[in-house]
């Protein structure tokens, strides 16, 4: 296999690296002034976005672009990197228009969305007018289990109506926030397949009888454009918004996931590098017991095993990718369940040494390490949690293993004396 990224890509780094460092980096302080005020840093993001999207730098995400839609039209595996450059810094993936939840709305829309909803959401959001927020979860089932939705999705003549709640749904507090893709329940008969019950509607966030009742803080970190608990009470659209068939809501929610678990993981993964430089800054600064901490054995360990860790996670991250690319996203299903769960953990192991390193400063919001520990913890639910990733890659195993039922076994027994020699052949 070539693990070299092409001239073009590895130009194409440098590019985003240099944005970063030019125009993102040097605005985190303003963006942070003013989330901590409780106000979205449009005023920062805005100017920034232009910028990127003057130099280029637009839409990154969607390989399948079409001639007339702005953007990059890179694969998966083309992004990947890209995606690791800009996860540094959380924020920075809105001004390339490359965050989620817009991300994963934005390729639901492509597939999905008929010529008049294309231009009333797709255009804009390519355009990066507006953001967009995709409700799904729900606090009363257990939302890893998608059949569990209890949301209702009923017809009424030339409309649906939608009643349910649905709670942390991201960005649904962002002050361009136009558009809720909502999954939620359209045939409730007893005799209906449980993955054809589901259909998905574009709801405008202005609709009647939708409110965001609260923004749900993680771990204490409150998200400046919200991790949010709705309520849809009698929300009523016309049935134009539905998007795709009716009773397929289930399979296209499958489809966003995939994609979208590459790019976390790759944001991750920067996050993870980041925080492995810091803690390499600090051993060498700083001193206990006469020594630098860079000196203890323990500590040289975590810094070993950290980069260790962040190599072999990524590898197993753009195979993903190169699967997906190669054989299109549902070949890709194992591997990215795999690296979903993977790489989550690592996030939360890899920080955890870093704060441990930092001492009380590392809990402290002087540094990125405490929102990067409490993000690396949430992504363990988010997009499902590790039991149903692990439980996807178990079952692939013992697939493979009922296929091959009794080829091992004769590793288990040893030659006998005088024994058939071919079979002592085998044995050994």
């Not at 996931?257 to 590459?262: S, T, W």
Request: some cysteine; overall charge negative.
């Amino acid at each position: 296999m070539d693990f070299d990224f092409s001239s073009d890509n590895l130009a194409l780094q440098g590019r985003v690296r240099d944005f970063m460092d030019r125009l993102v980096l040097p605005s985190n302080r303003d963006w942070h002034r003013w989330a901590n005020e409780g106000v979205y840093p449009l005023d920062v993001v805005e100017p920034i976005k232009a910028q990127a999207r003057a130099a280029g730098l637009w839409n990154m995400f969607l390989p399948g672009l079409r001639e007339d839609e702005p953007g990059m039209r890179l694969s998966n595996l083309e992004y990947a990197p890209l995606a690791e450059i800009m996860g540094r810094v959380p924020w920075a993936s809105e001004v390339f228009n490359c965050s989620a939840p817009d991300s994963g709305n934005m390729e639901l829309l492509h597939l999905f969305a008929t010529p008049e909803q294309s231009r009333r959401w797709l255009r804009p959001l390519l355009e990066g007018e507006i953001r967009s927020c995709f409700a799904m979860s729900e606090p009363d089932v257990a939302s890893s289990d998608a059949t569990n939705l209890q949301t209702s999705i009923v017809r009424d003549g030339g409309d649906f109506v939608v009643n349910g709640r649905k709670w942390f749904i991201t960005g649904a507090l962002h002050p361009r926030c136009e558009l809720a893709i909502v999954l939620g329940v359209s045939d409730d008969s007893p005799t209906a397949d449980p993955h054809r019950r589901h259909s998905m509607l574009l709801v405008p966030m202005d609709a009647p009888g939708l409110v965001v009742e609260r923004n749900i803080p993680i771990m204490q970190h409150v998200s400046i454009d919200g991790h949010c608990e709705m309520l849809f009470r009698n929300v009523r659209v016309p049935a134009t918004n539905l998007l795709g068939e009716e009773g397929a809501g289930f399979a296209m929610a499958q489809a966003r996931l995939g994609p979208g678990r590459v790019h976390h993981c790759m944001r991750s993964i920067g996050q993870c590098e980041l925080a492995l430089e810091l803690l390499c800054d600090r051993a060498l600064e700083r001193k206990a017991f006469g020594n630098h901490l860079a000196g203890f054995a323990n500590i040289r360990e975590w810094i070993a095993n950290s980069r260790i860790e962040i190599d072999q996670a990524r590898l197993l991250v753009l195979r993903a990718a190169w699967l997906m690319d190669q054989h299109g996203n549902a070949a890709a299903r194992v591997e990215v369940s795999a690296i979903k769960v993977l790489v989550a953990q690592m996030q939360t192991r890899i920080v955890d040494r870093a704060m441990q390193v930092f001492g009380a400063m590392g809990m402290a919001p002087d540094t990125p390490l405490a929102y990067l520990w409490t993000w690396g913890r949430a992504l363990r639910f988010l997009d499902g949690p590790d039991e149903v990733h692990l439980g996807v890659v178990a079952r692939q195993e013992l697939t493979q293993a009922r296929s091959r039922r009794g080829m091992a076994a004769d590793h288990l027994v040893p030659p006998q004396p005088g024994g058939d020699a071919r079979k002592t052949r085998r044995a050994d």
